[in-house]
């Protein structure tokens, strides 16, 4: 299983990112995927994922009515479209998948996963 994320980068407040995740290994289509966040010192946090399922989507609160999480399966592309960034933004980037059938029903839960991308670093200054 790999996961590549990329598009990270350091903007102003108020500008815009999309991030890519090209996953290769897995069912892509079948799996729970999400996007989420870390700063040093501090736990990962989702910020917004699909539920393989049934195609639910999640936000963490923060980030609903910015950002925008997309999946494009011929690709087995994962995108996150940001808009709007805000300094409280800027972390390292993660995506990352799981097998819903084999447990874990709450794609927003960073304990359910088992693959993960190396991230990418998204640095926004007001």
């Known amino acids: 299983v790999y996961l590549v994320e990329s598009g990270g980068g350091s903007v102003q407040a108020g500008e815009s990112l999309r991030l890519s995740c090209v996953a290769s290994?897995?069912?892509?289509?079948?799996?729970?995927i999400g996007w989420f966040r870390q700063v040093p010192g501090k736990e990962r946090q989702g910020v917004a994922c699909?539920?393989?399922?049934?195609?639910?989507?999640w936000y963490r609160d923060s980030v609903k009515g910015r950002f925008t999480i997309t999946s494009e399966n011929a690709k087995n592309t994962l995108y996150l479209q940001m808009t709007n960034l805000d300094p409280d933004d800027s972390a390292v980037h993660f995506c990352?998948?799981?097998?819903?059938?084999?447990?874990?029903?709450?794609?927003?839960?960073?304990?359910?996963?088992?693959?993960w991308g190396r991230g990418t670093q998204v640095t926004v200054s007001s």
């Open positions: 699909i539920s393989g399922n049934d195609g639910r989507i």
């Open positions: 990352g998948a799981y097998d819903p059938t084999l447990g874990g029903s709450y794609c927003m839960l960073s304990s359910n996963y088992d693959y």
């Open positions: 290994g897995f069912n892509f289509a079948r799996y729970d």
